[in-house]
């Protein structure tokens, strides 16, 4: 039973007044008729400072309490969604659809990350949220349901569960009202987050795009980019279409959309690599790199850090080279430190993996010099653990011991702050 609970201002005070024994006439004062203390009860209208003041006094109450709306309360607790329980968390959801306000985005996915990391099976996890979609669709336009099925393909994305993407990919497919609250290139993104999901996915690869085709995907999405777009890559996964065929047919519908095909010709490399077609898969991150230039700087280069963060340690050294030699070039050229860093230091692991440790201890000293720009960085503790394990790994053991000791300087001065 949640320890939480969401109440109207009119609501508190009734339940006050009952706790306290008090009929409504009992309650009334010169300044609070029995009429005025109905309305408010019943959440008509809130009481005026003097009239919260006196309730109160009387019912034991804070100011703040009686004045207080859900959508206020419910902001505050979701300040702090991070400390609440998944019980508490469901709550503040179900005080939402209850009283017909919108539900925060980060608080559905916050919801999700504690079903996650409650270590919830992923069956009962896509009950779970085969019920919060209910939920959502009683009570909500298709623009939010729309937008909830994107960014839950996303988070599924994330954490590579395949059977929960399976499931809520086939509920879109079957929602035609959705279609329409999506632009093409949103609808587009919850397709390409399903592929990404599943190519990138160690325990079920390409073959998992097999279920789109008893799926039977009707005329409408078809008609449109997104579901041409699926059909293309399920075809190349079932072998029915070459490489070279899907690149031009997934090109030929993202013409207008320079960052839609950048993301299609990057996933068509990666599934490439998992074919075992490592020829084509070079090619193929070699063209993303070349189409990348058509794509504003820093978007581009938020892409390479995320692909570089997924496929860094899978790819193999010919194939990660090119990504992270343009990502450094990128990094210079915005100037931006923390991607600086970023790149030193993956170019540094990469080196110490083709066993050039010469080579992985000058990228490693690059990597501290731009680390030196991200001293107040949340993430530099974690960064400066990372840097000291692969300092210590080519040999640099002096350097290995002053970077442990200004990690834990660093987190035990992050610790006192958060006391």
């Given at each position: 039973m949640t320890s939480l609970l969401i109440l109207t201002p009119g609501a508190r005070i009734?339940?006050?007044?009952?706790?306290?024994?008090?009929?409504?006439?009992?309650?009334?004062?010169?300044?609070?008729?029995?009429?005025?203390?109905?309305?408010?009860?019943?959440d008509k209208v809130l009481p005026d400072a003097a009239q919260r003041d006196y309730l109160?006094?009387?019912?034991?109450?804070?100011?703040?309490?009686?004045?207080?709306?859900?959508?206020?309360?419910?902001?505050?607790?979701?300040?702090?969604?991070?400390?609440?329980?998944?019980?508490?968390?469901?709550?503040?959801?179900?005080?939402?659809?209850?009283?017909?306000?919108?539900?925060?985005?980060?608080?559905?996915?916050?919801?999700?990350?504690?079903r996650w990391t409650d270590g919830m099976d992923p069956k009962a996890l896509s009950a779970s949220l085969a019920q919060l979609w209910s939920a959502l669709r009683q009570t909500h336009e298709p623009l939010h349901t729309a937008w909830f099925l994107q960014h839950l393909t996303s988070f599924l994305c994330?954490?590579?569960?395949?059977?929960?993407?399976?499931?809520?990919?086939?509920?879109?497919?079957?929602?035609?009202?959705?279609?329409?609250?999506?632009?093409?290139?949103?609808?587009?993104?919850?397709?390409?987050?399903?592929?990404?999901?599943?190519?990138?996915?160690?325990?079920?690869?390409?073959?998992?795009?097999?279920?789109?085709?008893?799926?039977?995907?009707?005329?409408?999405?078809?008609?449109?980019?997104?579901?041409?777009?699926?059909?293309?890559?399920?075809?190349?996964?079932?072998?029915?279409?070459?490489?070279?065929?899907?690149?031009?047919?997934l090109l030929a519908l993202t013409k207008e959309q320079p960052l839609a095909s950048l993301k299609g010709i990057f996933l068509l490399a990666a599934l490439a690599h998992r074919l075992g077609l490592e020829g084509e898969s070079q090619r193929y991150f070699r063209e993303a790199l070349a189409q990348g230039r058509n794509v504003e700087s820093t978007v581009y280069l938020a892409l390479l850090d995320r692909i570089l963060e997924r496929t860094q340690e899978d790819l193999a050294p010919a194939l990660i080279r090119p990504l992270l030699l343009e990502y450094d070039e990128l990094s210079a050229q915005k100037q931006d430190p923390a991607h600086r860093q970023k790149a030193a230091h993956r170019l540094a692991g990469l080196a110490y993996r083709e066993g050039d440790k010469t080579l992985a201890r000058r990228r490693l000293e690059a990597s501290l010099k731009h680390l030196e720009q991200l001293s107040d960085d949340v993430e530099s503790a974690k960064r400066l653990l990372e840097l000291g394990d692969l300092a210590l790994e080519t040999g640099c053991e002096k350097e290995a011991l002053a970077l442990y000791e200004r990690a834990r300087i660093l987190r035990s001065g992050e610790a006192s702050v958060s006391k």
């Open positions: 009734r339940t006050a007044r009952l706790q306290k024994g008090l009929t409504q006439r009992e309650l009334a004062s010169p300044i609070l008729s029995v009429g005025k203390l109905s309305a408010i009860e019943n109160s006094d009387r019912l034991t109450l804070s100011p703040k309490d009686l004045g207080i709306t859900v959508a206020q309360e419910l902001e505050e607790h979701l300040a702090r969604a991070s400390e609440l329980s998944l019980e508490d968390l469901e709550a503040l959801l179900d005080a939402a659809t209850r009283h017909h306000l919108p539900i925060p985005r980060f608080a559905v996915l916050s919801l999700l990350c504690a994330l954490v590579g569960e395949y059977e929960p993407s399976r499931l809520f990919f086939e509920i879109f497919l079957a929602q035609e009202s959705l279609w329409g609250a999506l632009s093409d290139e949103e609808a587009a993104q919850v397709h390409l987050n399903y592929l990404s999901c599943t190519i990138f996915s160690q325990n079920h690869g390409p073959a998992a795009l097999s279920f789109l085709d008893p799926l039977g995907l009707n005329e409408p999405l078809r008609a449109t980019r997104a579901g041409r777009a699926v059909d293309i890559l399920s075809k190349l996964s079932r072998k029915e279409l070459p490489l070279g065929a899907a690149r031009e047919s």
